[in-house]
T-cell receptor, first 115, second 116 residues
Framework: EPEVTQTPSHQVTQMGQEVILRCVPI?????FYWYRQILGQKVEFLVS????????KSEIFDDQFSVERPDGSNFTLKIRSTKLEDSAMYFC?????????????FGPGTRLTVT | AQTVTQSQPEMSVQEAETVTLSCTYD???????LFWYKQPPSRQMILVIR??????QNATENRFSVNFQKAAKSFSLKISDSQLGDAAMYFC?????????????FGKGTKLTVNP
C-alpha cells in the first residue's frame, strides 16, 4: 500500500540554524500538509499546499517557515532560523482531494530537536 | 474556532474486552467531518474511522464503531474485542466540510493500554 515517507527520522540542530524537513507524499495525491506535535501536546496544523501554492496556514506558520514542492515528488518544510520552541515532531500528510471526507495520510514524522 | 477535547489522557482495557474513548468538540457549523486516528509506538498516524456529521447512522469499521451524538457534540470510539495491537495513542479530529479549510483539528489524545 502506498505511504507517505519522511526524512530524516530525527534531526538535531543548533538554535539559529536552518533545517529542511523532507516528505514524499503518495504519488497521485494533490494536497499536502504539515502538522507538528510538541511533546505532550496536541497535533497542530501548520500549512496546507495545493497547486504550488499555500492554501491555508496557521498562526504558527510565520515568516520563519516556508514550504516548497521542488520537483514532482518531494514536499519540504524549511525553518530558516530555528528556535528552542521549534523542537517537536513534524508530520507530513497528503490527500487525493480536499473536498469530501477524503482521508489525510500521514507520514511517520521527523523529530526535530533544537539545542 | 473549533476545538476538540479528549478528557481521558489514559485508558486501559483487558484483551478481548470492550473500551470506549471519549471525544467532544465545539463548533458552530452544522456540517463537518469527524475522525479517529490511531498512533502506535512507530508514530505513524493511521485513520481508524470517519463520520460525516449529516449522517445519522454511526460509522462502523470491523471492531471499531462510533457513537455520534450531534446535539451533544460528542463522538466516542468503541473498540470491541480489544487486541494487543490496539495499544496506541488515539486522536479524535475535526474538519470543516465547507469554507475551503482542509485542516484537521486534533484533540490531545488518549493513550490506550491493552493488558493481556
Amino acid at each position: 500500500e502506498p505511504e507517505v515517507t519522511q526524512t530524516p527520522s530525527h534531526q538535531v540542530t543548533q538554535m539559529g540554524q536552518e533545517v529542511i524537513l523532507r516528505c514524499v507524499p503518495i504519488s497521485n495525491h494533490l494536497y499536502f500538509y504539515w502538522y507538528r506535535q510538541i511533546l505532550g501536546q496536541k497535533v497542530e496544523f501548520l500549512v496546507s499546499f495545493y497547486n504550488n501554492e499555500i492554501s491555508e496556514k496557521s498562526e504558527i506558520f510565520d515568516d520563519q517557515f516556508s514550504v516548497e514542492r521542488p520537483d514532482g515528488s518531494n514536499f519540504t518544510l524549511k525553518i530558516r532560523s530555528t528556535k528552542l520552541e521549534d523542537s517537536a515532531m513534524y508530520f507530513c500528510a497528503s490527500s487525493v482531494s480536499s473536498g469530501g471526507i477524503y482521508e489525510q495520510y500521514f507520514g511517520p514524522g521527523t523529530r526535530l530537536t533544537v539545542t | 474556532a473549533q476545538t476538540v477535547t479528549q478528557s481521558q489522557p489514559e485508558m486501559s482495557v483487558q484483551e478481548a474486552e470492550t473500551v470506549t474513548l471519549s471525544c467532544t468538540y465545539d463548533t458552530s457549523e452544522s456540517d463537518y467531518y469527524l475522525f479517529w486516528y490511531k498512533q502506535p509506538p512507530s508514530r505513524q498516524m493511521i485513520l481508524v474511522i470517519r463520520q460525516e456529521a449529516y449522517k445519522q447512522q454511526n460509522a462502523t469499521e470491523n471492531r471499531f464503531s462510533v457513537n455520534f451524538q450531534k446535539a451533544a457534540k460528542s463522538f466516542s470510539l468503541k473498540i470491541s474485542d480489544s487486541q494487543l495491537g490496539d495499544a496506541a495513542m488515539y486522536f479524535c479530529a475535526y474538519r470543516r466540510s465547507q469554507g475551503g479549510s482542509e485542516k484537521l483539528v486534533f484533540g490531545k489524545g488518549t493513550k490506550l493500554t491493552v493488558n493481556p
